[in-house]
């Protein structure tokens, strides 16, 4: 297979130099039979003192420095005077040790050492019409790439057989290691959102590339101290790669020093937190799609109506009633109805049997009662009604109660920790923000101990997810959604987005690369491709299933007992109650049975009890013991017979 080799060629005289260049280039030709690639080549000499013409065709990244600057006037202006300088009238001289004059080399300075400081070097880098200067170099600055973008974007032939080292950094679901990586080589070892968008960029502009993982697992910040880039814009900025095709978000400050694309996807900081335990229904949760006050009205209500609806049947002359006598006889015999049917317990039952809608075996005549009973049935349709379209939401839905909805909710309490990345664009906006709520939040997380930030993401959703419930990270909305969307499926997004930014693809400042990058992603995103890839790493290969889909799911399912426990819970205990009110009335009228009939309270029990178990019921609707013999009794009188026993069906 193809490899790569370095040459670095430094401390030569100029003559002995050339020699070993052109044992360079024999190497260079021998190793093109061989298919190996000499990628990198170095000199430290005088970049256009060289002889390169037999290197320029031959794909070698060539790459010198080159200590006189002769595009300076000056340096122009010497160099004419030089050449008619007639050698034998230059005596020389030696340099003082601490002189500090500008010369053909720039700023000569010497320390007390004697070495010579404050000097710049320029950089310069062969290309097919021959050197180009690409930057500088000096004590303060180090490396600094100030190349021409109009004329590096026009010169196509500069990424000819060449591999562009593309650094990104292991993270899921942009970059993954496949399973049995082992196995593989190279690109082919990875998989990824962004492995998958380097593959479609590189189609579009034609190029070969390498993918390298930063060795530090940094996306990239500058120390403040040493004003040194770490993570992938390090890499980009001291030319250790060209392109950066990661989740790198666009900043101000990362701006400054590389060059994004147009962002490829859009995102904010979001706060992740442990997904809490869904509290399931409660016995009396029939009950909740109403409120505690509501029910308390209502029961006031009811019992309100009741009185009314007495009162009034009462003062109304039209609920008074009495029956006519029959005909034939001479006195109107005693009635079974009383004069009034709207005594305080039948009023309860009458608004009791509205309020549930199944009715009673009466009804107002007035018309003050009347209306009494139409505002209560309107009442309880409207009541009903907004019942039964909210009981099916509260009695299917497992509902989840969040202790954090917002940044404000994060800021205000103390209880729940929280934290971000140690070094990216999160933590950046947290310090460089002058929202008070966010002032606030970040003075906490710079003095909190122990340190709430994380060196990697991976270990943020560990801490989120050992924590229960007691730390939020604070990390892209992406991010979040994607580690939502996996097993254990225990975490959650909580809130809305706190900013709003996007991701770019970072090349070098001036690169030849930035305007094919830039069109490259633009037509991805015009042609819907990026997102395909997104739906492709974030739901089809989802673990947890859409976030819709657990209500869904809720609300076709059957009810499980714990559901509606509690209308149980009711309907025994009204059974119960009902059981014991009867035993009750038994226990009364036999002891008023007993007084009547002079009979023991025990016989009289007997009685009642021999009557309820195998009584029958007789003509008139009177209810006979089976040693009664049919016969047509007047009136309602009970009376004691031996082995008789008459009771009116009017008596309990």
């Known amino acids: 297979r193809k490899g790569e080799l ?163 950094i292991m993270e899921g679901p942009y970059v993954m290691l496949k399973k049995n990586w082992e196995l593989y080589e190279g690109n082919d070892q990875f998989e990824g959102y962004c492995v998958d968008l380097a593959s479609e960029i590189a189609k579009h502009i034609g190029i070969k590339y390498k993918i390298s993982i930063v060795p530090d697992g940094k996306y990239g910040a500058r120390d403040p101290e040493t004003k040194i880039w770490n993570g992938m814009v390090g890499e980009l900025v001291y030319g250790k790669a060209e392109i950066a095709v990661a989740p790198l978000t666009i900043t101000l400050v990362r701006e400054e020093v590389i060059d994004f694309s147009k962002p490829f996807m859009s995102l904010g900081i979001s706060i992740m937190i442990k997904k809490p335990q869904k509290s399931k229904p409660g016995v009396f949760s029939f009950l909740d799609p109403l409120a505690y006050e509501i029910w308390m009205c209502i029961v006031f209500a009811y019992i309100g109506v009741s009185v009314v609806l007495f009162l009034v049947s009462r003062f109304s002359p039209y609920e008074w009633h009495a029956e006519e006598p029959e005909e034939g006889a001479t006195e109107p015999g005693p009635t079974d109805q009383p004069p009034n049917e709207f005594g305080i317990f039948n009023s309860l039952w009458f608004s009791l049997g509205a309020f549930m809608q199944q009715g009673c075996d009466i009804s107002p005549r007035s018309l003050s009662g009347r209306i009494v009973g139409g505002v209560w049935w309107f009442f309880t349709l409207i009541i009903i009604s907004s019942y039964t379209a909210n009981l099916a939401a509260f009695l299917t839905v497992e509902r989840m109660v969040s202790p954090i909805e917002s940044a404000e909710d994060l800021a205000k309490q103390t209880e729940i920790a929280y934290g971000t990345l140690d070094s990216g664009s999160t933590k950046e906006f947290f ?194 013991t089976p040693d009664c013999p049919k016969a047509v009794h007047a009136g309602h009188a009970s009376f004691r017979h031996p082995g008789l026993a008459v009771v009116s069906s009017g008596l309990p």
């Open 6 to 168: 370095y040459f670095l060629l430094n401390g030569f005289e100029f003559l002995r130099f050339q020699s070993n260049l052109s044992l360079v280039f024999l190497f260079f030709a021998i190793a093109g039979e061989l298919h190996v690639l000499p990628s990198c080549f170095h000199t430290f000499q005088g970049f256009k003192d060289i002889s390169l013409e037999r290197f320029m065709h031959g794909g070698a990244n060539v790459t010198g420095f080159q200590l006189v600057d002769f595009s300076k006037p000056i340096v122009i202006k010497l160099m004419q005077r030089w050449n008619k300088l007639d050698q034998r009238e230059y005596p020389g001289s030696e340099s003082p040790p601490k002189v500090r004059i500008q010369g053909l080399t720039g700023n000569i300075q010497f320390d007390h050492y004697g070495r010579r400081v404050n000097y710049t070097m320029d950089v310069f880098e062969l290309r097919s019409n021959g050197p180009r200067k690409i930057g500088y170099w000096n004590d303060i600055d180090k490396l600094v790439l100030v190349q021409n973008e109009n004329s590096l974007s026009n010169d196509s032939s500069a990424m000819e057989n060449r591999t562009v080292v593309v650094t990104t």
């Open 431 to 624: 310090r460089r923000s002058k929202i008070a709520v966010y002032e606030k939040m970040w003075s906490y997380m710079k003095s909190a101990e122990p340190t709430v930030f994380t060196k990697t993401t991976a270990e943020g959703v560990a801490r989120v997810r050992k924590s229960k419930g007691k730390y939020a990270f604070l990390l892209e909305s992406t991010m979040n959604e994607y580690t939502e969307q996996r097993k254990p499926c225990d975490t959650m997004k909580v809130g809305g987005n706190l900013d709003s930014k996007g991701y770019g693809i970072a090349t070098p400042k001036g690169s030849q690369l930035r305007t094919p990058v830039n069109l490259a992603v633009l037509k991805l995103s015009e042609a819907g491709v990026l997102d395909k890839l997104k739906n492709k790493w974030w739901y089809d290969k989802g673990e947890c299933g859409p976030k819709d889909s657990g209500s869904k799911d809720k609300s076709s399912q059957a009810l499980s007992l714990s559901n509606v426990a509690g209308v149980f819970y009711i309907l025994v205990g009204g059974l119960g109650l009902a059981m014991l009110v009867a035993l009750v009335e038994f226990c009364y009228k036999s002891r008023a049975e007993a007084k009547r009939m002079k009979l023991s309270f025990s016989e009289a029990m007997r009685n009642k009890a021999r009557l309820s178990i195998t009584g029958s019921v007789g003509e008139n609707g009177r209810v006979l």
